[in-house]
């Protein structure tokens, strides 16, 4: 059986079985039905945004800004955003205008946080450099037993001599 007209999705559907009950075309409508998925996620009116994710469409369709940031990284951005001075001029409705434009972290710190930080501040100069990943760790050789008692017997025998 032939259809006249090309099915691009599903959604063209309802007319063609519209037609194909009008016009009493039984084979026409059991082929339309049987191209019918009998899972509704293969349906195209649930793939309208899937590229985009959930939090960024509704954004768009409320019109809200991005999300306030919760933590701050001051090795990443060095002067972070600091509302407090149009609190303290202009009083709190300046401050809450500049909140809502460019709202601040609710946390700024570094790399790490505080607890780790401290730590670190108390540790020496070669400790913080290898935490860092700027000094290198030294390479002990690993050496076999059988390889460390020969070596050692050799050491013996220079001791010996001298």
């Not at 793939?47 to 019109?63: A, G, M, P, S």
């Not at 060095?78 to 946390?107: C, K, T, W």
Request: some cysteine; proline content about 6%; overall charge negative.
């Amino acid at each position: 059986m032939r259809t006249d007209v090309s099915l691009i999705n599903e959604l063209q559907l309802g007319e063609r079985l519209n037609l194909a009950v009008e016009s009493h075309r039984r084979g026409e409508f059991a082929l339309l039905l049987a191209l019918l998925s009998q899972d509704v996620r293969d349906w195209p009116q649930f793939h309208l945004h899937d590229d985009v994710e959930k939090d960024t469409v509704l954004r768009q369709q409320f019109d809200l800004p991005a999300p306030q940031p919760l933590v701050g990284d001051l090795s990443q951005e060095p002067s972070p955003v600091d509302n407090s001075y149009h609190f303290i001029s202009e009083g709190e409705r300046s401050f809450q205008l500049a909140q809502a434009l460019m709202p601040e972290p609710l946390v700024i710190r570094g790399k790490r946080d505080s607890g780790m930080q401290e730590a670190l501040d108390n540790c020496d100069w070669h400790t913080r450099l290898r935490t860092e990943g700027v000094l290198n760790q030294p390479k002990v050789a690993s050496m076999e037993f059988v390889d460390q008692l020969s070596e050692q017997r050799r050491l013996a025998g220079l001791y010996q001599t001298a």
